[in-house]
């Protein structure tokens, strides 16, 4: 690699030195993307949450009247968020209908069916705790078959022009809620969709319900119901202990977590003036508001947290093992991860194992790429891991599939990667982006079941996969379908809760195909090492790779605007519109605002005419959490903002421009993985040691093909994350309900 003397650039351009900057800049997180000060983490929001936090940062002090209440506009995921929806919908409106136990398989089927039932049941009283403590694990259900023809699909009919919002009457009966108790009306649409259509007397009668809208804090929600409830406030009040309980396990789902700890939780709650943790989590178990669970056993816990832990603690009294955790989880992520295990089990034990694709897989065009043909012949599930070079290794099995008169398909987590696995599978209706294919925007469609009309499914970039997108996914698969979890373990999880890629490998449910084929070149054998926790000095005679060090974030900023405006162009030959700049967070100095802000400046100056957007402006569009979809701007009218998003033409809505869109010349790693560019510019200002970790590092430094760049300013702090930060850990459920099930020995 080429490092260049601080103050030099590998081409210097003669440009006055930006100023400006302020170091204690607060991060401004991009909504649906995760908080990268945070490092490895997966801290991702609502698309409104920004918006929320802002009006809720003045909860006790009355703000300006609203104006009038505008349904926000469909956003390009509407299909998929209207599903998700729909099932938590369906959740809350069991949860409001417990009166009556619900039969296991009423409306649902397998453990998760089971899971359900035995809750309520402990809840009524028909039962006791103990009775489900021992339970066996069920086999998984059957689900039809797939089909051996595909059926004519008629046009998918049209989205909604408009999501689902509460009604205007319920948002102004919230906002007279919120007028009485010092909230700024600006929660009142975020709190009535929130908490439906009687959120004005949900929260008359629990104000801490206000914790459910994005954004709202602890102290915020106190504020509001002092301000209502009067002496009836406590900070020991059943209302607002159960709240607070939800609101962590919420927020550690903004993490990564699926459950936490019950030691966790109970601290959390000494810390918000809980006198009694303990109780306050036992009370929220037996009101349905959290589910306990054992880690390590397949099933709920229904009983209390006192008794499962009694029982813990009894297993391991007398023994070397350690005691069974608690956990805690809401029933959003133990339904997901029970109907994803089951559904993982299904299509494992239902797939033929006598397929002869031999003659296909000798005609791989690498080693490793028949290994994984031939595995995928023998299971209805299997993984494969490896670098950028890898994703070829997939591409020939969905081409060797499709030979075979399969019909085979590829998911990638962006347009960018839907083209390139396009391109190697050699044929344009071979790939499609995962969202898409869950909307209905792309792919084959659906048969008479609502089935995918597909035979053998290649997932890519599955360690973006999250346990609720999973389950929709597998749910949606017909038995006898050969799914192929494909992907880099070493870069940075999803944005959602889960860690469905790396909980089924470590579960060896199925069988799992390490490629063997190396990445290519400087930044290859670069990223290479920082996979497994070295970071080496590599040669780069084409100048692959070249270290720039700076001394503090205000010449970071000068030297990215210089290495994208003219040196990479001039001196490597890639044009600016094809360098991508990756920095740690948003916030900041030296975050994707202030480099933005800068980039624009020398790129496409302009008025920001159109909400702060010019036509011409690199931006990335976030339709829901978690992705980030790249464009630029062509226009604006009383209709929205206007993108070019890879070819497909977006509308975002005026009320969402502010929410959704931002400025897009430089990203934070989380937005940028799934995506390629020919060069990338890695921007590490001194206050950027904090956030990196050894998948952040892998990620930013593997999206450049041809050219790395690496404003370099946090010194000894880089070697040190690749060598000693891993990537953080996630608590989830799924590995130990996969090892529970009953499926064929993967070995």
């Given at each position: 690699m080429t490092a260049h003397p601080r103050g030099e650039s590998p081409d210097p351009a003669a440009e006055d030195h930006a100023t400006g900057e302020e170091a204690g800049v607060e991060a401004a997180d991009t909504p649906g993307t995760p908080d990268e000060g945070d490092?490895?983490?997966?801290?991702?929001?609502?698309?409104?949450?920004?918006?929320?936090?802002?009006?809720?940062?003045?909860?006790?002090?009355?703000?300006?009247?609203?104006?009038?209440?505008?349904?926000?506009?469909?956003?390009?995921?509407?299909?998929?968020?209207?599903?998700?929806?729909?099932?938590?919908?369906?959740?809350?409106?069991?949860?409001?209908?417990?009166?009556?136990?619900?039969?296991?398989?009423?409306?649902?089927?397998?453990?998760?069916?089971?899971?359900?039932?035995?809750?309520?049941?402990?809840?009524?009283?028909?039962?006791?705790?103990?009775?489900?403590?021992?339970?066996?694990?069920?086999?998984?259900?059957?689900?039809?078959?797939?089909?051996?023809?595909?059926?004519?699909?008629?046009?998918?009919?049209?989205?909604?022009?408009?999501?689902?919002?509460?009604?205007?009457?319920?948002?102004?009966?919230?906002?007279?809620?919120?007028?009485?108790?010092g909230a700024p009306e600006a929660l009142a649409r975020p709190a009535a969709a929130a908490l439906g259509e009687g959120a004005a007397g949900a929260l008359r009668e629990d104000p801490w319900r206000l914790l459910a809208v994005p954004g709202v804090r602890p102290e915020q929600a106190d504020g509001f119901a002092r301000a209502l409830l009067g002496a009836e406030c406590g900070p020991d009040d059943g209302r607002r202990t159960a709240a607070l309980v939800s609101w962590m396990l919420e927020r550690a789902a903004l993490r990564g977590h699926t459950a936490l700890d019950a030691d966790e939780v109970r601290a959390g709650l000494a810390g918000l003036s809980v006198a009694d943790p303990g109780e306050a989590v036992q009370q929220a178990v037996a009101e349905g508001v959290v589910l306990v669970f054992q880690d390590g056993d397949g099933g709920a816990e229904p009983q209390g947290t006192a008794e499962a832990e009694e029982e813990s603690s009894e297993d391991g009294a007398g023994s070397d093992e350690e005691p069974v955790r608690v956990l805690l989880g809401l029933d959003r992520y133990a339904l997901a991860e029970e109907s994803l295990a089951d559904g993982l089990a299904r299509l494992v034990n239902s797939c033929g194992k006598g397929a002869d694709w031999t003659e296909a897989a000798d005609a791989a065009p690498s080693p490793s790429a028949g290994e994984l043909i031939r595995a995928a012949a023998n299971a209805g599930l299997v993984v494969h891991s490896g670098g950028e070079s890898a994703r070829a290794e997939p591409a020939a099995l969905i081409a060797a599939a499709r030979g075979l008169g399969l019909r085979a398909l590829g998911t990638t987590h962006s347009?960018?990667?839907?083209?390139?696995?396009?391109?190697?599978?050699?044929?344009?209706?071979?790939?499609?982006?995962?969202?898409?294919?869950?909307?209905?925007?792309?792919?084959?469609?659906?048969?008479?079941?609502?089935?995918?009309?597909?035979?053998?499914?290649?997932?890519?970039?599955?360690?973006?996969?999250?346990?609720?997108?999973?389950?929709?996914?597998?749910?949606?698969?017909?038995?006898?379908?050969?799914?192929?979890?494909?992907?880099?373990?070493?870069?940075?999880?999803?944005?959602?809760?889960?860690?469905?890629?790396?909980?089924?490998?470590?579960?060896?449910?199925?069988?799992?195909?390490?490629?063997?084929?190396?990445?290519?070149?400087?930044?290859?054998?670069?990223?290479?090492?920082?996979?497994?926790?070295?970071?080496?000095?590599?040669?780069?005679?084409?100048?692959?790779?070249?270290?720039?060090?700076?001394?503090?974030?205000?010449?970071?900023?000068?030297?990215?605007?210089?290495?994208?405006?003219?040196?990479?162009?001039?001196?490597?030959?890639?044009?600016?519109?094809?360098?991508?700049?990756?920095?740690?967070?948003?916030?900041?100095?030296?975050?994707?605002?202030?480099?933005?802000a800068a980039l624009k400046q020398r790129l496409n100056p302009g008025p920001g005419r159109f909400g702060g957007f010019d036509p011409g402006d690199r931006v990335v569009h976030v339709p829901a959490p978690g992705r980030a979809v790249p464009g630029s701007v062509v226009s604006a009218d009383a209709g929205g903002l206007h993108l070019d998003c890879s070819g497909t033409p977006v509308v975002v809505p005026q009320d969402r421009v502010e929410a959704s869109v931002r400025h897009a010349w430089a990203l934070s790693a989380h937005q940028a993985a799934g995506m390629r560019w020919p060069a990338a510019v890695v921007v590490l200002p001194g206050d950027a040691a904090q956030g990196l970790s050894r998948p952040w590092v892998y990620t930013a430094f593997s999206r450049g093909e041809r050219h790395l760049s690496v404003v370099h300013g946090v010194d000894q702090a880089l070697p040190r994350a690749v060598a000693e930060v891993p990537a953080q850990e996630r608590t989830t459920r799924l590995r130990p309900l996969l090892e529970a099930l009953p499926t064929p020995d993967a070995s």
């Open positions: 490092a490895g983490s997966a801290e991702a929001a609502d698309d409104g949450a920004e918006a929320a936090d802002d009006g809720a940062k003045g909860v006790q002090e009355p703000e300006q009247a609203p104006g009038e209440p505008v349904a926000p506009a469909l956003s390009e995921a509407e299909a998929e968020l209207a599903a998700q929806r729909e099932l938590r919908e369906r959740i809350e409106q069991r949860k409001a209908g417990k009166e009556g136990p619900i039969a296991a398989g009423a409306k649902l089927n397998g453990p998760a069916a089971d899971l359900l039932a035995a809750v309520r049941a402990v809840e009524s009283g028909e039962k006791p705790g103990t009775a489900f403590f021992d339970s066996p694990v069920s086999a998984p259900a059957p689900r039809r078959a797939a089909p051996a023809a595909p059926a004519a699909q008629p046009p998918p009919s049209p989205a909604p022009e408009h999501p689902r919002a509460a009604s205007p009457e319920a948002a102004a009966s919230v906002a007279a809620v919120l007028a009485e108790g347009a960018d990667g839907r083209r390139r696995l396009a391109a190697a599978a050699g044929h344009p209706e071979s790939a499609v982006t995962l969202s898409a294919l869950l909307s209905g925007e792309g792919g084959p469609g659906r048969d008479a079941d609502g089935a995918f009309a597909v035979d053998v499914l290649v997932v890519l970039d599955a360690p973006q996969l999250d346990v609720e997108t999973a389950a929709m996914l597998v749910e949606s698969l017909a038995d006898g379908t050969r799914l192929i979890l494909s992907g880099d373990p070493g870069v940075l999880g999803s944005a959602g809760a889960g860690r469905v890629f790396a909980d089924v490998i470590a579960s060896r449910a199925c069988p799992h195909v390490v490629s063997r084929t190396p990445d290519p070149g400087p930044i290859g054998e670069l990223v290479s090492g920082i996979g497994i926790g070295e970071l080496a000095q590599v040669e780069a005679p084409g100048r692959e790779v070249v270290i720039v060090p700076v001394r503090d974030a205000g010449e970071a900023v000068h030297r990215t605007v210089q290495l994208v405006a003219d040196s990479v162009p001039r001196a490597i030959g890639v044009p600016s519109a094809d360098t991508q700049v990756i920095t740690v967070g948003h916030g900041g100095s030296a975050g994707t605002t202030a480099l933005n």
